[in-house]
């Protein structure tokens, strides 16, 4: 996920200064943040719910939990992750509205009162990109551009939800959302490898695209999300070409691990633009499937992986320290999506439905395993 100087991760940036730097020994758990953590971890399990639901019809769950299975994790889940890590970057106590009201947003989902819950996921939006417009009054940079770009197409599909537009009509705007936010920092640290001369004018090409793409759809959905598709693809090709991964994988470590997940990612996001190119999204329900998982959970995920064990202690101001157990949620996470994917272009529904729990099996693994690293590193002697 989104990383400011202050928040780097390990793939590639030079040395950072702030929490995400402090020595383990001196880190403490920032407690006014966990409510918004809490709100998160309520997104998640409850949409990893509500897709259990939709893969099987027999599980009990309430029908809104398998309804808004995707803006739980795409908003309630990753979009408070985001809107808090902002927050710590900007280093200013109003930052905190976000993900505090995009939390509440989830748990009002969870609990049933939907329209109040898209309301403040709307307006969780809307503060974001009050934060990137801050960050550019510090510096003007295209990365922040690219992320607040993100943050407008959050904002626009959370209004078209609050006027009723269905959740099918507005994923084009919440992967602009991720996309944009990611390619964005990703970017800034492909700064530190010094990209070639117009390389970062090729990423906006792309972005536009991708932007375009989700405005087109709110009028034309078939045709605008061909072009997002298009601007997946590009994306995809820029960040496998630019990234500074492609050098960091030759590494050891949290480099080559980090490195790994958001290679692998990219991979994903390459299929989902040829996907949402090929079927526009209207090509029936196994394609329509096969397209939204290799982008959110092929992707998304794994760039959520890769980042965690620096995001992590920059937000709660807990190490998360890497071990190579880390490499066993982010193996059983694409080997599932492939299966999910395959079994849905053979329309193979038992193929699908097992893909879908083993991704689902790969998150709460990959959550086991990090909670288990934090404890460990904090029950460990001081200045270890």
Sequence with gaps: MPTEPTTAHSAGRPPVTGPAAAPRSRLRPAAGRLPMLAGAAVALLAGLYGGLALLLPETPAPEALAREHGPLM????????IC?????ALRRRWGYIAPAVSALGAVLLVAGAEQAGRLALAAAAGWLAGIYLALLGRRVGRETLLQLGGALAWYAGGLLWLAGRPVAELVG?????????????????AHVAVLRRGAAAALTGAAALLAAGAAGSAWHPEAGTRLAGAGLLATALWLAWFDVARRTVRGSGLPRYAAVCLLAGYGWLAVAGLLWGATGLAAGEYLYDAALHALFLGFVMSMVFAHAPVILPAVLRVALPYRPVLYVPAALLHAAVAVRVAGDLAAEQAVRVAGGLGAEIALLVFAGCAAALV????????GR
């Design 173 to 189: 705007w919440l992967a602009a959302f991720h996309v944009l936010t990611i390619a964005g920092e990703r970017l800034e640290l």
């Design 375 to 382: 404890l460990r590193a904090r029950r460990a002697p001081r």
């Design 74 to 81: 795409a908003s309630g889940f990753l979009g408070t992750l």
């Design 84 to 88: 808090l890590e902002r927050a710590v």
